[in-house]
């Protein structure tokens, strides 16, 4: 759908909505970010699902593993905006203190500098073969650092507003589309692959029903914007919506959206 345009259709009131609303001093940029999605929302009658600046851009920057005593340990992650998060965990029975080092040594030689979203898969696809050849207990180890990076996915930033408006649109009257729709923009991973900017593509993106990565979108559409600070994506804004919706008006939003939110994060990061 590279065709469409953008068209200069938004009402003098909805440019008015978005502009006064940046014009305001609001100092937390997690309140920026929940009010432009509720704004959003309201503005398309659709979804909208922002991802903040943190979910593309925070990397780990150092893991540690300090045993407690012999059953217990806290797991500490350091990330790349300084961050410090820490977990008690249980140490499987029969893994030593070395073998402990040997494995927070292995992650922070392989995996410092990898986006948080992404340590989980690279547990395996990076880390996988060698802790199997040099970890004893190699699969109870697996399922502890699972438990460590879990929660770290559910909190990465992001942020739907208006779930429910997609139950007025004659399209999602089928209660089990709703419901796969509705559980795939819970599972953050997968959603920020859908959302994530396809390679060398630039401005506002259209996916249009089996467009998208996943079958429970197939009878929706997905638009996307980024918002940038010197040229390099900080996050994404969308709308999710049905596939005969008003794509000239919602992508013109958007577009506006996205340059304020990048004029405001310009600001904030100089």
Known sequence: M????????????????????????????EQVIQN??????NMTNYTSILLGP????????HFQLLPLNETTAVAIIVTSTGQVE??????????????????????NSKLVNVPLYKLKPQLYTVLGDEMERHISHYEEIMKVLDTIFLDGENDQRVYLS????????????????????????????????????????????????????HEAFANCSLITATYSLEGESLGTIGILGPTRMEYARVMNILGMLSKDLTALMSHWYK
């Open 2 to 29: 590279d065709h469409l345009e953008p068209q200069n259709t938004a009402l003098p009131d909805e440019m008015q909505t978005i502009r006064t609303f940046f014009a305001e001093k609001l100092n937390a940029m």
């Open 162 to 213: 208006g779930t429910t408006n997609m139950l007025t649109q004659p399209e999602f009257k089928d209660v089990d589309k709703v419901k796969e729709i509705l559980d795939l923009l819970e599972q953050t991973p997968t959603l920020m692959k859908m959302m994530a900017p396809s390679q060398g593509a630039a401005g506002i993106q259209v996916r249009i029903g089996t467009e998208n990565d």
């Open 36 to 41: 432009a999605s509720s704004i959003l929302s």
């Open 54 to 61: 943190e979910v593309f851009h925070t990397s780990l920057r």
């Open 86 to 107: 820490n977990k008690t965990v249980t140490i499987p029975p029969g893994v030593s203190v070395s073998e402990m080092e040997k494995v927070v040594n292995l992650l």
